[in-house]
């Protein structure tokens, strides 16, 4: 980009970024400008670049892997230590229906139409709930896995404008959330790209523990020790 369009593309999200920390929480429209906001070329291309190194995740780029058609109800009745069950007593519980992703004509908008379809799978496989904090701490997780990606950042700056400005008593347990969800993102395994629809009978601790996720906050305080040592 030129200076001119430099700047008029940092004026635009910063007027999207601006609109989203005004909208309530859950706004949806407000959550895709912003996302269209900060999709650049330039930081979706380190995305990509960073992406292809993991062969499942350049593999599903190439192939344009979708999750298919999703039975939640056929699902619910698999045991419930499955990661099946637990994805579908998500999204039951929060009155969700799996997206319907339309086909993507280049690798660009296939990442964004992935993360987009794999959202709520992630929320269920880093234990992350629908509050405000497992959002906070599955989009820190996000942004560990996905340095380029800049929409994850701008989502947590909104979050922690948002807290300073109506919701300062709930500063720790939103730090928590967010320090929670980016040790987990940096020690997982790669997740983008992952067939998950191969794996719904797993056991969802067994799934974890593959992917080298841990959900529990003692082992991750441990983790920030080492990490800091």
């Known amino acids: 980009m030129d200076n001119y369009e430099s700047q008029q593309w940092e004026n635009q999200l910063l007027e999207r970024f601006m609109e989203i ?30 992406l292809s190194r993991y062969p499942q995740a350049k593999s599903a780029i190439q192939e344009r892997f979708q999750l298919g058609n999703i039975d939640l109800l056929q699902l619910y009745r698999l045991p419930s230590d499955t990661f099946g069950y637990a994805y579908a007593a998500h999204m039951l519980d929060n009155g969700l229906k799996p997206l319907q992703i339309p086909s993507a004509e280049d690798d660009y908008t296939y990442l964004g139409l ?32 996905l340095h380029f990606a800049r929409f994850y950042w701008a ?23 967010l320090t929670r969800g980016w040790m987990m993102g940096k020690q997982a395994h790669p997740l983008f790209g992952i067939r998950w629809n191969t794996l719904w009978e797993m056991p969802l601790e067994q799934l974890r523990t593959e992917l080298n996720i841990s959900t529990s906050s003692e082992k991750t305080v441990l983790a920030m020790g080492h990490f800091g040592s």
């Open 21 to 50: 920390v005004k909208a309530p929480y859950g706004d949806f429209a407000a959550i895709g400008n912003l996302s269209r906001a900060t999709s650049d070329a330039e930081s979706f291309k380190q995305l990509l670049e960073s």
């Open 114 to 145: 992935h993360m987009t379809e794999i959202h709520d799978i992630w929320h269920v496989v880093t234990g992350s709930d629908t509050s405000m904090e497992g959002e906070i701490q599955l989009h820190a997780f996000t942004a560990a896995q």
């Open 155 to 177: 989502m947590i700056a909104k979050n922690l404008l948002k807290t300073a400005i109506d919701a300062i008593e709930q500063a720790d347990r939103r730090m928590d959330a």
